[in-house]
């Protein structure tokens, strides 16, 4: 849904978001209309202009990649219920080149991506359509209380009587809620939206052997901190209880990667460029290779079900996906290269 009509389309006109000035008012009533068309006018130039960059420079050089690991008789496949073998598309381990690049020091924010969704007028994630991530203290400030009010309880769920509140205290407990979301990793977006939105910002999403190498380093790590598995180094699910799943970035300084990259185990599954293949010399093959599925990496908060295991989190496990999925812990980080 684009920015400028997700407001309108969520209180129930079915005409798309290009819609009559009479569906607008019919469906949200004047205070609604007056919202969104401050939305257009203002907020799109009130909006800021970039993101800083925030990157670590990979140096140039060999590293390994892949892992030469087997689960015998498929005991760990069948034990964690995975709908792929363990190990086997990773096969063989390699050591490979890479020219110097620059990978994002932690992932795409909320904040960062909602500068590109206002600026393009781009497609708003499901998490903000939910919880009011969009509405700007500028936006809320035109509504009158009982509009505030009634996005008070639906949408920010905040746990306080509003009945009682007048209209600055609720926009400010509106706004500090949606200000405590900004430093958590976006999700929810698909691989042609992180694209879109690395493409934006003069970057571009990283291959998957740049991404195993921000997070594995040079030796080859298991876990971007070593090779012993430590739950509380990243946000799997199963150390602390975040209100949201997802972590604010870099919030697991413990669990950095050799180049000092953050996140690249948890909190949330990370979009690469690469269609997933096979790695060239395997004897294994499988029907999900080929130009249908990209490559994700890292592995996620547990947002979809799966339970917290170490697998999910080695730097040469390998997950994939629709280009078009989005899940409640699956995100993205930008690289570019070094001329």
């Keep these: 849904m684009l920015a400028l009509g997700f407001v309108v389309r ?30 257009i006018v203002g ?3 009130a909006a800021p202009s970039g993101v800083g960059s925030g990157m670590v420079r990979i140096p140039a050089g060999e590293f390994i990649m892949g892992s030469d690991l087997q689960d015998k008789d498929g005991r760990r496949t069948k034990e964690y219920g995975m709908g792929k073998p363990l190990y086997l598309d990773e096969h063989p381990q390699r050591r490979l080149f890479l020219e110097t690049f620059d990978i994002d020091l932690t992932e795409v924010t909320n904040s960062q991506y909602r500068v590109f969704v206002i600026e393009r007028n781009f497609w708003v994630p499901e998490q903000w359509k939910k919880n009011g991530y969009l509405l700007s203290r500028r936006v809320l400030n035109i509504a009158d209380v009982e509009t505030l009010r009634r996005l008070a309880v639906e949408k920010y769920r905040l746990d306080m009587d ?24 976006v999700t929810s977006v698909n691989w042609h939206e992180a694209k879109a939105y690395c493409d934006s910002v003069g970057k571009r999403l990283p291959t998957e052997m740049e991404w195993e190498k921000a997070a594995r380093g040079a030796d080859g790590n298991e876990f971007p901190w070593g090779d012993i598995w430590d739950k509380m180094r990243a946000n799997t699910g199963d150390g602390l209880n975040w209100e949201h799943g997802v972590a604010p970035v870099g919030s697991y300084s ?5 180049y000092g990259v953050f996140d690249m185990a948890g909190n949330v599954m990370e ?26 990496r890292g592995g996620g908060w547990g947002g979809v079900g799966h339970y917290a295991v170490s697998q999910f989190y080695r730097g040469a496990y390998r997950f994939y996906l629709t280009p078009k999925a989005r899940y409640s812990d699956l995100g993205f980080r930008c690289a570019r290269s070094v001329r």
């Design 10 to 39: 969520m209180m129930g006109c079915e005409k798309g978001w290009v819609i009559s000035v009479r569906c607008k008012l019919k469906l949200l009533g004047k205070m609604w209309f007056v919202l969104t068309l401050l939305f």
């Design 43 to 45: 907020q799109l130039n």
């Design 162 to 185: 509003t009945r009682a509140m007048d209209k600055t205290s609720l926009i400010d407990a509106m706004d500090k809620a949606r200000l405590a979301l900004d430093s958590l990793a």
């Design 254 to 258: 413990q669990g950095r990667s050799p």
């Design 271 to 296: 979009w690469v460029s690469d269609w997933y293949q096979p790695y060239p010399g395997t004897e294994y093959s499988a029907d999900d290779f080929g130009e249908k599925n990209k490559v994700v």
